[in-house]
């Protein structure tokens, strides 16, 4: 019979799981629900491991070390927060804190698939489970979620790292010269994103011979190490593309405080940043292209200023018949570029969710969460960017580099 403890358990990880994902859908208070939320999960999976070991016999030893591990790896993310420095021994921190978080979160998909299933079995009576073999089949559950977690977990962790090239071709009506562009986000480079992984990003840009390549945000993490400017900057040095390496703030660059930091570190690396500001470049003999960069929407809440609308940006360019691109971190008021006679508006920051079912609630938020989006004469692309953020694992697509050429129409 359907046991109604299991019913609790499954209601309680549904309130937790589905608090979380509508969490995200608010401002800075929600990191301060998630950590509440993250702390009674794993408090909760400590509790219940614990009992369930007493129940099987194992030894007070084991059971105490066993809790004793995932009690170190719940809280090796966020002790590796407050941690200085960028050594091997503070990224293996960071990376089991980060896995942890996914471990978690697909072994509570799984329990909740499991109870969703166990509901719906004893209201059907699809299979019929022996008293006798519950032990049998109390071992196996807990074995199937453990390996669905670590299986996905671990299937994840490798896509990430293995980034593909998404091709866009958009064709305008004014004569202009062709023109390639590479453009990607959210590298998030960092503890967990290394300047050799940068470097394979760099290898799949480099044939690719691009005009100019744009950063649409989140270039850099808050622990974002100085000491490896020189490293990034020697990869991207690899490319030399004609008119210039591009970028802006995203969310992340505001971080801790770092902003003014951060623009210096992306400007050795060798990233112009352009923050509310534009930048006229000759892209072929009488073609001008102007570039718009806006200030990210966190700079609101970190800087206590208001960044300037896209009128007011483009009522301070000069005058002529140029081709807009506008980079803008976040997704948001895609009509403003429209109405403003953008042609091209590339922006990232959403990661087309990363995790599943996360896909799901950026969907919600967002017009366009990912991919190509036409309104009017005004082409979009939200990319998945290029990097992760928190765990180093991803279930909803592959980590992107955008190659868009763009030609006249015939």
């Known amino acids: 019979m359907y046991h109604p403890a299991f019913l609790f358990d499954a209601m309680t990880a549904a309130g937790v799981f589905l608090t979380v994902m509508g969490a995200l859908l608010s401002g800075m208070f929600i990191f301060t629900l998630i950590k509440i939320l993250y702390f009674f999960v794993n408090a909760g999976l400590v509790i219940r491991l614990f009992f369930v070991l007493r129940g099987e016999g194992i030894s007070k030893a084991l059971r105490w070390g066993v809790c004793g591990i995932v009690v170190a790896c719940s809280l090796a993310y966020p002790v590796s927060r407050y941690v200085d420095g960028n050594g091997w021994g503070v990224r293996a921190l960071t990376f089991i804190g980060t896995f942890w ?48 977690a ?26 202009i010269a062709p023109l390639r562009i590479v453009a990607l986000s959210d590298t998030h480079l960092g503890r967990l994103a290394s300047p050799e992984y940068f470097g394979k990003i760099v290898d799949l840009i480099e044939p690719l011979a691009p005009d100019i390549v744009l950063f649409a945000g989140d270039v850099i993490e808050y622990d974002y190490d100085p000491s490896e400017v020189e490293p990034t900057a020697a990869v991207l040095r690899r490319l030399k593309p004609r008119l210039g390496i591009w970028g802006v703030f995203g969310n992340h660059e505001y971080i801790g405080g770092r902003e003014a930091l951060n623009k210096q570190l992306l400007d050795r690396i060798g990233i112009r940043i352009l923050i509310d500001q534009w930048a006229e ?97 005004t082409h979009y692309w939200v990319s998945s960017g290029a990097g992760t953020w928190g765990p180093s694992v991803r279930t909803t697509g592959r980590p992107e580099i955008l190659l868009i050429d763009i030609a006249a129409e015939k």
């Open 101 to 148: 978080l996914s471990l978690v979160l697909h072994g509570l998909l799984a329990w909740l698939a499991l109870g969703v299933f166990r509901l719906l079995n004893w209201h059907w009576r699809w299979f019929a489970f022996a008293p006798a073999r519950a032990a049998h089949w109390r071992h196996l559950a807990c074995a199937g979620i453990a390996g669905a």
């Open 281 to 377: 470049i000759a892209a072929a003999p009488g073609q001008k292209l102007l570039l718009i960069g806006r200030d990210d929407l966190s700079s609101e809440r970190a800087m206590d200023r208001k960044r300037k609308t896209l009128g007011e940006l483009l009522a301070e360019a000069p005058p002529g018949d140029h081709l807009k691109i506008l980079l803008d971190h976040q997704p948001f008021n895609l009509e403003e570029a429209e109405a403003a006679g953008i042609f091209l508006q590339i922006s990232g920051h959403t990661h087309n969710g990363q995790l599943f079912p996360f896909n799901g609630v950026v969907a919600l938020i967002y017009e366009n969460a990912y991919g190509y989006l036409r309104r009017g004469q």
């Open 150 to 175: 670590l299986l996905v977990s671990t299937l994840g962790w490798i896509n990430a790292f293995y980034p593909t090239v998404r091709v866009v071709k958009l064709t305008t009506p004014a004569g």
